[in-house]
């Protein structure tokens, strides 16, 4: 992703919260992390946090304290572009195409591995109500270049030297996003590479001079799948191009090779189908006016699912529950010449069957990734496996948008539990791989389960002298708001009056990293 200008991420950290509940085991106190309030924060600086274990709900932004809490929750990707379906997967499927073309439902209820609101996710909901910031705005909006000049000088200490008060007007004037050059980002090679031909024998073989020979069938496959995309409607806000360009790449004839995720979703229906299916993406945040006009059939779906899928009173789903759990985001819309039409930021990707909303899959789409938050859906339609569908639905979304954006190739799951056998079912979308918890370098899942097997927390990476490439090396250069100023953490410190806050300010920067610390704007009040 390109950098680009913008407001600056601005975060309030709040440190190691006492424990709570975990909604794994069931201990009351053993789930412990790390937390910060996000004012708002740039897809970038969030897709950084992200590769360093962290992890939003609403505009609350967590990270487990990895070798003490009660059931270690390690950051899965799959590889999106060489995903390949189980059978599982293609069951589930050939399930919703049947009905809807056939209007079929399952006489026996599903066992498919649940994919189900991202369950770990239902536990985190309760962070806001603990550490929602009190900050008001006034606060958080810093001066112009000028005006801070003048703060410089009006507050400046007797000690301080001409040069801070220069590095103070240059941090402020050169606010920027910019991308992590520490962030592993490896060249994912593309799952449609053409084939290399062996040079046909004298006196045989195709004539190479002549288009090659294709079968009928193939031939008309194509022909109806392009009659298709001429009458169909856009789904995606802004991105219809993109969609045709890679539905007709994902056409070709495969010979001998096995179905993809695009075979089955952007399949040709009959013309008596029983049922129609649309998948439309909205933005959430800040809301777009697809958005605001669904969202009370949105959040009815969500208050039924939440009853009886999880079983929550009916005063517990309310309104504003849902709108700082799901709909709520710090993330800045950002559009970028080279991404994706639809931009970055964040999502809520719809599923409607025959006109009625039926399931909502919560996405941020970011500079590498698109990052599921959680699903949730109309519990009359449970037989359908929605879970799965939804999860496969946005790997292929995932592969849709690298046809426009490259570098934006995986797809997040949230949180690998080892320790929680209802969580491991997310290491079945392969291939894919968990983050080491003291590195932060990537490492294929089938590395990693004989070692979780041994102990529920581990180190992934088994070079010994490896460290974290992108740790603290220099905490003067952390940026801070302080006064509505923006200044280095080295200027700060000589400003700040009452007891030193330098321990909380160094545990943030190893949390978040140099990168981030030097980029995002700290809150000291």
């Not at 390949?84 to 195409?97: C, D, E, N, P, R």
């Not at 309104?319 to 964040?346: V, W």
């Not at 581990?458 to 708001?481: I, T």
Request: proline fraction near 7%.
């Amino acid at each position: 992703m390109a950098a680009g200008g913008g407001s600056p991420s601005i975060v309030e950290f709040f440190g190691g919260e006492d424990g709570y509940r975990c909604g794994y085991c069931r201990s009351d106190t053993g789930n412990l992390s790390h937390g910060m309030w996000a004012h708002s924060m740039t897809v970038q600086d969030y897709q950084d946090l992200i590769d360093r274990g962290w992890r939003r709900s609403g505009k609350y932004v967590y990270k487990p304290i990895m070798n003490q809490t009660c059931c270690p929750q390690y950051t899965i990707r799959c590889r999106a572009l060489h995903f390949q379906a189980s059978k599982s997967h293609k069951k589930v499927l050939k399930k919703m195409l049947k009905f809807i073309s056939k209007g079929d439902v399952p006489k026996v209820a599903s066992e498919e591995e649940p994919m189900d609101s991202h369950i770990e996710d239902v536990a985190t909901c309760d962070f806001p109500c603990k550490s929602e910031s009190q900050v008001s705005q006034s606060d958080l909006t810093p001066l112009a270049v000028d005006q801070a000049e003048r703060v410089e000088n009006e507050d400046k200490d007797s000690g301080e030297t001409k040069e801070e008060e220069n590095v103070q007007k240059v941090e402020l004037d050169s606010v920027q996003i910019s991308a992590d050059k520490d962030t592993p980002v490896p060249a994912e090679p593309s799952h449609s590479a053409k084939a290399a031909h062996a040079p046909p024998k004298p006196g045989k073989g195709a004539d190479l001079s002549k288009p090659l020979c294709r079968k009928a069938k193939d031939i008309r496959k194509e022909r109806k799948l392009q009659k298709l995309l001429q009458n169909q409607m856009g789904t995606v806000e802004g991105s219809q191009q993109g969609d045709q360009a890679f539905l007709l790449q994902n056409s070709k004839s495969k010979t001998n090779q096995p179905k993809n995720i695009e075979d089955f979703v952007f399949v040709p229906l009959p013309d008596d189908a029983r049922h129609k299916l649309e998948v439309r993406v909205v933005r959430s945040s800040p809301p777009s006016s697809q958005f605001k006009a669904t969202f009370q059939e949105s959040y009815q779906v969500y208050k039924r699912y939440q009853m009886v899928i999880h079983k929550d009173p009916p005063d517990k789903p309310t309104i504003n529950q849902f709108t700082r759990f799901l709909c709520d985001s710090p993330l800045e819309a950002e559009h970028t010449p080279d991404g994706p039409e639809c931009g970055y930021g964040s999502f809520h990707q719809q599923y409607w069957l025959d006109g009625k909303i039926i399931a909502v899959g919560v996405i941020d789409i970011l500079p590498y990734c698109v990052s599921s938050v959680y699903l949730y859906y109309d519990p009359d339609f449970s037989f359908l496996s929605l879970g799965v569908y939804s999860a496969l639905r946005e790997i292929a979304f995932t592969r849709q948008l690298c046809v426009k954006a490259p570098d934006l190739c995986f797809y997040y799951m949230g949180f690998y539990i080892h320790s929680c056998p209802k969580m491991r079912y997310k290491g079945q979308y392969r291939p894919s791989d968990l983050l080491c918890p003291e590195t932060y370098v990537w490492t294929p899942i089938e590395q990693c389960l004989p070692l979780l097997e041994h102990s529920k927390y581990s180190r992934f990476n088994q070079d010994g002298k490896a460290v974290d490439e992108g740790r603290l090396k220099e905490l003067g250069r952390v940026r801070v708001l302080h006064k509505r100023t923006v200044m280095p953490y080295s200027v700060y410190k000589k400003r700040r009056k009452g007891p030193s806050d330098e321990a909380s300010v160094q545990q943030y920067a190893s949390l978040v990293g140099q990168t981030c610390s030097e980029r995002m704007l700290l809150f000291r009040s």
